[in-house]
């Protein structure tokens, strides 16, 4: 396993989220747009702009998945506070299929992210397989409420003692 | 990562081959007051109205599919 160098300081502060009174948020408020046809048609709009066109085809060629950038424009648009996380998802069919139109007609190469790597799903069912063998075989001899225990005991043993573990 | 674009794609999907292979089947229903005739009556909503969102969401789909094909043939056609 690699072990991390440097300390993880690009991450949140635990407890950063309630740095703000509640309702200071874009997405703490209520949704400036409530259905999914002005969603839609926002989204729409926007993607037919130039500058935006561009930006999708860019990212497209990075090699990011279309699903992964759908979902990262609904999320921006919760984040401001444009709709709800419901009305986000369920636009998310109609943001990909405009970005696969956007990137058919430019004539670039994607990855719709729904791909399937049929030897990984193998090699996830082989590793499966495995568990429940060596799980079987340590069970072999042993009281199932026994395993349990000893199981419990192991994860407390390796949960976090920090300031926020506290009980 | 749990992403659920692919999840809500799927099911997108489904709903509009689903679409597709009733509108394929006859499907008129016998004449009568009963439960069945109520629903049947309510779901042949036309227009802004849908019954769910997600009705109005597969026909923005459809409809981008059918600008792409549209799109592809033209393409087609001009190389």
Redesign the interface.
Known sequence: MAIREEPPLVAPIPGMSMTHEVGARPWQTPPQQT???EV?AHYIERMQDDSITEQIINILQADVP???L??TIQLAGVMEGRHSID?G??????L???I??IA??E?IEYAT??ERDKEAEVKDSRILAGISKARKELMNGKDEEEVLVQETEEELAEMPKGLMGRR | MF????N???A??KRIKQGKIIAEKDTKMPKGKGILTRVNKQKNVSG?QYLE??D??VD??IT??K??EA??EN?NGNS
């Open positions: 259905t999914v046809q839609i279309v699903t992964t759908a979902n009305v998802v369920l636009v998310i069919p109609v990909m299929e405009m696969m139109l058919d007609a004539g992210g729904m | 992403n659920p674009a692919e809500i794609y799927q997108v999907d802004d969102p997600i109005y969401v923005a789909v981008l599919r600008e792409k799109l592809m393409m």
